[in-house]
T-cell receptor
Framework: ETGVTQSPTHLIKTRGQQVTLRCSSQ?????VSWYQQALGQGPQFIFQ???????GRGNFPPRFSGLQFPNYSSELNVNALELDDSALYLC????????????FGQGTRLTVV | RKEVEQDPGPFNVPEGATVAFNCTYS??????FFWYRQDCRKEPKLLMS???SGNEDGRFTAQLNRASQYISLLIRDSKLSDSATYLC???????????FGQGTELSVKP
């Protein structure tokens, strides 16, 4: 077990809705990254948070947004859901910005119908 | 062109076989290199980091060729439990972003 927990584990939403996914990072880790993994693909970097500030963003539209809280837990919010947003969303925590060792949570499987 | 490209799979091998996975990356600024393992419908888990001098962990050997921007993973004496998807990953030391290949599926048969 990595100590990184995500909730919920599964979620079904309707196109156009909004969703919030949550991640609790491993104790002592101040950096959280979010990834989207479509079926048959490798994870794609969405963004990273370091000490409550966004610290890098991948090629995702603004309707993907996030937060990091003082306890270093994090949320990923997706507005105006599209069918292509169906994927496994992974949270990874690491002890520093340089992400030399990232520990992944079990993921949230989002299905948009 | 994808930043990290891996051999297409799946690889189907018998128990005891030696199997090699290859990976190339396009950005010469990449600084850190890893192999992750992902079991079906689970999260990726770090298998091993990859160093320029090459490194070995039991039956697993990883190699890095910076000049050719090429990474490899060799698995000797394959076990049924090695069946998984193997993800090649590179990172820049600044920015914290991990860049994953699409993964190569390995199936080890009795």
């Amino acid at each position: 077990e990595t100590g990184v927990t995500q909730s919920p584990t599964h979620l079904i939403k309707t196109r156009g809705q909004q969703v919030t996914l949550r991640c609790s990072s491993q104790s002592g880790h101040n950096t959280v990254s979010w990834y989207q993994q479509a079926l048959g693909q490798g994870p794609q970097f969405i963004f990273q948070y370091y000490r409550e500030e966004e610290n890098g963003r991948g090629n995702f539209p603004p309707r993907f947004s996030g937060l990091q809280f003082p306890n270093y837990s994090s949320e990923l919010n997706v507005n105006a859901l599209e069918l292509d947003d169906s994927a496994l969303y992974l949270c990874a925590s690491s002890p520093g910005q340089r992400n030399t060792e990232a520990f992944f949570g079990q993921g949230t499987r989002l299905t948009v119908v | 062109r994808k930043e990290v490209e891996q051999d297409p799979g799946p690889f189907n091998v018998p128990e005891g076989a030696t199997v090699a996975f290859n990976c190339t990356y396009s950005n010469s600024a990449s600084q850190s290199f890893f192999w992750y393992r992902q079991d079906c419908r689970k999260e990726p888990k770090l298998l091993m980091s990859v160093y320029s001098s090459g490194n070995e962990d039991g039956r697993f050997t990883a190699q890095l060729n910076r000049a050719s921007q090429y990474i490899s993973l060799l698995i000797r004496d394959s076990k049924l439990s090695d069946s998984a998807t193997y993800l090649c990953v590179v990172a820049y030391n600044q920015g914290g972003k991990l860049i994953f290949g699409q993964g190569t599926e390995l199936s080890v048969k009795p």
